[in-house]
């Protein structure tokens, strides 16, 4: 799926710069479907936690602010930070992967 998506956007790349794109890889070998499959579910379920984070860390900095705890203000705002690092680690990781795959 990523990679049919990376082969799109190699073709349209191709297309604006005249070049020629190389056929892609033979399919996987049969099983692979399942093991995609998995690993979405996987994506996703770590998507719904950086988003369950980052909900949780808005109430955090709010009520910290609101009850003049500062401790649990700044810690709000850490985990605020770091689920969206996460996220971003998160979309990224797949086309990181394939893209360095392919180098070798």
């Not at 890889?25 to 579910?41: C, E, I, K, M, Y």
């Not at 909900?55 to 900095?61: E, F």
Request: aromatic share 4%; glycine share 12%.
């Amino acid at each position: 799926m990523i990679a049919t998506a990376i082969h799109e956007v190699a073709a349209q790349w191709a297309v604006h710069a005249g070049g020629v794109v190389p056929d892609p890889a033979p399919a996987p070998p049969d099983g692979s479907n399942a093991l995609v499959t998995l690993l979405s579910w996987v994506k996703w379920g770590a998507l719904v936690c950086c988003a369950g984070a980052a909900v949780t860390a808005g109430g955090m900095i709010a009520l910290g602010n609101t009850s003049r705890r500062a401790e649990m203000a700044e810690r709000g705002k850490v985990t605020l930070i770091c689920s969206v690092i996460g996220a971003v680690v998160i979309a990224v990781a797949g086309t990181l992967i394939t893209s360095s795959y392919g180098l070798g």
